[in-house]
C-alpha cells in the first residue's frame, strides 16, 4: 500500500534540544512538503523540495533545516533556534506534473 | 500577504442540511483549486477540486464552484452529516508553469449538529 509514513505520532522534548521528524513516501513523489499547523494559523509552508539532493525555504523556515538524500525521505529537523516548536507537523508529497498533495498523519511536538 | 482567504473560522449546521464553506483568492495566476478536509491529530485528506476551465465540479454529496472574475470559490455539501464535521482548508496552485507549491487558506471549522 503506497502512503506517507511520518514517524513517531508524538514526541516530547526538553528546550533547547534539537529533534528530528521522519518523513518516508513509497509513492515515488518528486516533491515532498514540510508544514506547521498551529491553532487558527492554517498550514504554514516550512520547506519543500522537488527533487534529490534540492530543497527550497518555505514561508517560516527559521529555526528548522532539512535534508533531501533519498527520494523517500524528507527528514525535519526542529532546532534550539526555533523559538516556538510546539506545534502539529504536517509532511506531504506530489508527482511532478499532477496536482494535489498526499499528507502524512502528522507528528505533534511538544516541547516542554 | 495572504493568497487565499477563508473568511469564516467555524460554520454550524443543522445535519441535513446545506453547508457551505467559501474561499476568496487574490492571484490571478492560479489555475487549480482543491479542497482538503482534516480530523484533529490526523493529515489532511483530499476532497474535491476544480480546475480554472470549468466553474462547477461535484461528486456524491459535494460540489465545488469557481467564480473566476470574483476570484472565489466555495464547497457545498448537501446534505450535511455529523461525519462531516471537521476542519475544511481551501488550497490554491498555479499548476501550469508554476512551482507544484499549494497555498492553503486557514481553514474553516465545520460543526455539524445532529
Known amino acids: 500500500d503506497g502512503g506517507i509514513t511520518q514517524s513517531p505520532k508524538y514526541l516530547f522534548r526538553k528546550e533547547g534540544q534539537n529533534v528530528t521528524l521522519s518523513c518516508e513516501q513509497n509513492?515515488?513523489?518528486?516533491?515532498m512538503y514540510w508544514y506547521r499547523q498551529d491553532p487558527g494559523q492554517g498550514l504554514r509552508l516550512i520547506y519543500y523540495?522537488?527533487?534529490?539532493?534540492?530543497?527550497q525555504k518555505g514561508d517560516i523556515a527559521e529555526g528548522y533545516s532539512v535534508s533531501r538524500e533519498k527520494k523517500e525521505s524528507f527528514p525535519l529537523t526542529v532546532t534550539s533556534a526555533q523559538k516556538n516548536p510546539t506545534a502539529f507537523y504536517l509532511c506531504?508529497?506530489?508527482?511532478?506534473?499532477?496536482?494535489?498533495?498526499?499528507f502524512g498523519s502528522g507528528t505533534r511536538l511538544t516541547v516542554v | 500577504d495572504q493568497q487565499v482567504k477563508q473568511n469564516s473560522p467555524s460554520l454550524s449546521v443543522q445535519e441535513g442540511r446545506i453547508s457551505i464553506l467559501n474561499c476568496d483568492y487574490t492571484?490571478?495566476?492560479?489555475?487549480?483549486f482543491l479542497w482538503y478536509k482534516k480530523y484533529p491529530a490526523e493529515g489532511p485528506t483530499f476532497l474535491i477540486s476544480?480546475?480554472?476551465?470549468?466553474d462547477k465540479n461535484e461528486d456524491g454529496r459535494f460540489t465545488v464552484f469557481l467564480n473566476k472574475s470574483a476570484k472565489h470559490l466555495s464547497l457545498h455539501i448537501v446534505p450535511s452529516q455529523p461525519g462531516d464535521s471537521a476542519v475544511y482548508f481551501c488550497?490554491?496552485?498555479?499548476?501550469?508553469?508554476?512551482?507544484?507549491?499549494?497555498?492553503f487558506g486557514k481553514g474553516t471549522k465545520l460543526t455539524v449538529n445532529p
Open positions: 509513492l515515488n513523489h518528486d516533491a
Open positions: 492571484n490571478s495566476m492560479f489555475d487549480y
Open positions: 476544480i480546475s480554472s476551465i470549468k
Open positions: 488550497a490554491a496552485e498555479r499548476a501550469q508553469g508554476g512551482s507544484e507549491k499549494l497555498v
Open positions: 506531504a508529497s506530489t508527482a511532478r506534473l499532477s496536482y494535489g498533495y498526499t
Open positions: 523540495s522537488q527533487i534529490v539532493n534540492d530543497f
